[in-house]
């Protein structure tokens, strides 16, 4: 379960004794508790569940787990196959 | 560790009928469909009002008219882009129009709760006024009631238009024909996201603006290209989902679209991600879905694409033989899934 | 990197449904615990896309589906009082309880609202001072630090008109109980990626190690779920049941430790029901001696309110992923997201609901 989006932190502010944050998702904007990402910034993105910040992104960790898969596909894709070695077609 | 033995699970019993109206009998729905096929068509019902098109066509000596009535209830009734008054101008020219005709005069009936700030009132007929003066539509008639406070919620509109279908056009949910294309005229869930987002309680900052808008100018250059469109209508309550599934009914044919080509703006996008709503299931308000002859469908798209209402127009799907009355959707991974009606409200969701 | 449309990529996604296909040898079950990823299964087409070894079981991951008729109820008689404004997420008011709905209940006049974020029931409590407002706190793992600092913040500020009506549920004991079933079928299990961002990752070495099965934490996006099979795959064929992460961009090994401390405060370890399942030891979560005064369920009396499910469905053997929706005699006829007969087709996540809404072409 557990919808969980990530949005980016463009603002940080306090709420009745709250670390608050306005929250980016692609242009809409809703304010979500930072409590649980005391350490967050301005510009990082946190997944947010139910108006509360659950965890930082990490940016360094989500490129990494798509590069193996670009890198993948690249390498098998300069000699004209796709990753099981079938050649190529409409994918491309 | 407790042993789960499958002949003990039991689940709950059904509620079968409402005994009630429930707001999901107004939500455009599979509820509102039970609510008329078994309340109103049984004792109402008659050629005309069978059809279930947005409007009434009616043949008069020498004329054929179309006429078309709205109840319009919206909270807030200020939202971004727009309020309650030029939605209901806007919203039943669209109905009139939807089946070609060119919308003449419009009535206007208000119901006011005592205590209705007088200048909201005047703001609202202010733009009622410019929505009118942009569609070419007159405001001929109205009405006026106040109820007690509590009794209504700020101010209620009905607006009944009339127009004249010019001679040769045709269009019914019922006409698809295999092959015809199917055309939306730009981005999806402006309106629906716009009222949601600036409710009471979701705390947005909200920059999703609806897109209320007269449709009936678009229209108009969209049969001067052909008179041979088959079917129209503005994918409001319910969203996209619901009138493409409303044509595959009255049609007894099968739709398909490309999840793909679907125009919805980021920002809207975002706030339909934030809360968990599909936005092919949220209303529009200044939309129209048209389902026209696959060799005409690029000349009217390229008209389309000349007119401010349908600069982002999309050919988003086929009409198809395959699944009769039932429409699918291509995700991304090139599988078709059933895209089915709305059951009743969007409400945001935590899961 | 949005860290969204990144991971949509049809392409990519379709090199790892490649990678998978080539690597499966045997037919293995894997079950996703979590309701959102079977959506994202489902609303996507992966298990069209999949080898026809793999086989994928919905799993009992969602909190709509598996809170009890009896809770339902209590939520019920609270919101009918005239002195109450109820509040809960959207997806409870549409889940049938013995005779009616939360829906129904506010067409009869109940004040019940829905909200997004639990503080703003907190906020309606402070706006409405003359008011008894209860919110509806149902979730899992994830929804508790948000619950919990709704009670947290009300204590500190002396809210007395607030309250929660508590069903929480914690994963691991469910999928423990799933795995020591004498029926079980399941082999691995993709973890539920953001109930892991929360807890962490250590208290599924045990499960894993004991019923020796892969467990891989998991995202929620069409190349996360692909990479989260690939992963248990690639364990089964080698015989490991290592826990593996690979929504490493949100789950950490410990998980969200200020969230973990603020559950903690206010939230203890209790029995639960599980609608469907029935009771699992040490499943969910209660509010604490401390703060007694928040809890609904003492405040309005209705501890007592025992409610027994009738047999008419098979949404217990859906949610333990001995059967699937469309194996059920009532699925689609007598039950449909209009009228459901159980808990899996009322929530929008839950896989009857799910499969009615993106399958019946089969």
Known sequence: MCLGIPGKVIEIFDENGLKMGKIDYSGSINKACLEYVPEIEIGQYTVVHAGFGISILDEEEAKKSLKIWEEFADSAAQEGVDILGNPLDEDQ | MTNINPETLSCPLPIMDHDTIQLSHGAGGRLSADLIDKIFLPRFGNETLDKLEDQATLELPGKKLAFSTDSFVVDPIFFPGGNIGELAINGTVNDVCMCGANPLYISASFILEEGLPMEDLHRIVLSMEEAAKNAGIRIVTGDTKVVNKGNCDKIFINTTGLGIVPDGVNISASNLQIGDKIILSGTIADHGMAVMTSREGLSFQTQVKSDTVALNSLVEEMLNVTKGIQAMRDPTRGGVAATLNEFARSSKIGIQIDGDQIPVKPEVHGACEVLGIDPLYVANEGKLIAVVPDNRAEEILSVMHQHPHGKDAAIIGVVVEDHPEIVTIKTGLGVNRILDMPVGEQLPRIC | ?362
């Open chain 3, 1 to 362: 990197m949005k860290y969204l449309d990144e991971f949509r990529d049809p392409v990519l996604a379709k090199k790892i449904v490649a990678e998978i296909n080539a690597t499966v040898t045997r037919p293995w079950v894997i079950m996703e615990i979590c309701g959102g990823q079977t959506h994202s299964i489902i609303r996507n087409g992966i298990d069209q896309v999949l080898a026809k070894e793999i086989e994928l079981v919905h799993g009992p991951g969602c909190p709509v589906c598996v809170t009890p008729l009896e809770i339902i109820d209590k939520a019920i008689e609270i919101a009918s009082r005239p002195d109450v404004i109820f509040t809960s997420f959207g997806d409870m008011l549409r889940v049938p309880g013995s005779k009616k709905d939360l829906f129904m209940v506010k067409s009869e006049g109940g004040d019940v609202r829905t909200v997004y974020s639990p503080l703003e029931a907190v906020e309606i409590a402070r706006n409405n001072p003359d008011k008894e407002v209860v919110f509806f706190a149902v979730g899992f793992e994830t929804t508790a630090p948000g619950n919990s600092m709704a009670i947290y913040t009300a204590a500190k500020e002396r809210l007395t008109n607030f309250s929660e009506l508590v069903s929480h549920v914690l994963v691991p004991p469910a999928m423990e109980a799933l795995l020591s079933s004498p029926d079980n079928r399941v082999q691995g299990y993709l973890a539920a990626g953001h109930v892991c961002t929360v807890m962490g990752l250590e208290e599924y070495i045990p499960i894993a190690q004991k019923y020796h099965v892969p467990i891989v934490a998991t995202g929620f996006e069409p190349i996360d779920i692909l990479e989260g099979i690939l992963l248990v795959v690639k364990q089964l064929e080698e015989g490991r049941c290592d826990v593996e992460n690979q929504y490493l961009r949100s789950v950490k090994l410990k998980g969200n430790i200020p969230a973990q401390n603020i559950i903690q405060k206010v939230y203890k370890v209790t029995n639960r029901k599980w609608r469907g399942i029935g009771e699992i030891p040490r499943s969910g979560l209660s509010i604490r001696e401390e703060y007694i005064d928040f809890d609904a369920e003492k405040k309005f009396s209705v501890g007592d309110i025992n409610t027994m499910e009738s047999d008419l469905c098979i949404s217990g053997e859906i949610l333990q992923g001995l059967k699937k929706p469309h194996e059920c005699p009532a699925f689609g006829k007598e039950c449909t997201p209009t009228h459901p007969l159980g808990a899996t087709m009322v929530s929008a996540e839950g896989a009857c609901a799910a499969y009615y809404k993106y399958q019946r072409l089969r």
